[in-house]
């Protein structure tokens, strides 16, 4: 499926919900501008406590995306390659560097 894309954005964040809504509101934004084709990929942390990990309905299914890994993307080799910072933490008080990904066409 992604590489039946011609254009993908790469988003970095250090904080996971706020990366996960910019990539939503991204999607949203270009598809109101034309690009009806697009999708973003990245893994659901919308709510501060999972409703389905406590065997509840999400509460916001339309805003559940498929994570990379499901689709087989390399985050790590994908940003390194791209000169980003990725690399696996040390310890518990290291910044994560989250990347989500919007597909346009």
């Not at 809504?21 to 406590?49: H, M, P, Q, S, W």
């Amino acid at each position: 499926m992604v590489k039946s894309y011609n254009h993908i954005l790469l988003v970095h964040s250090d904080d996971a919900r706020e990366l996960s809504i910019a990539v939503l509101e991204i999607e949203k934004t270009a598809f109101l501008d034309g690009y009806y084709f697009a999708f973003a990929i990245r893994t659901r942390n919308l709510c501060k406590i999972c409703a389905v990990q406590q065997s509840n309905l999400c509460p916001i299914p339309e805003k559940i995306r498929p994570c990379d890994q499901s689709f087989g993307i390399d985050v790590y080799k994908t940003a390194r390659n791209l000169g980003l910072p990725c690399k696996v933490l040390q310890s518990d008080h290291d910044i994560q560097n989250r990347y989500g990904f919007v597909l346009l066409d």
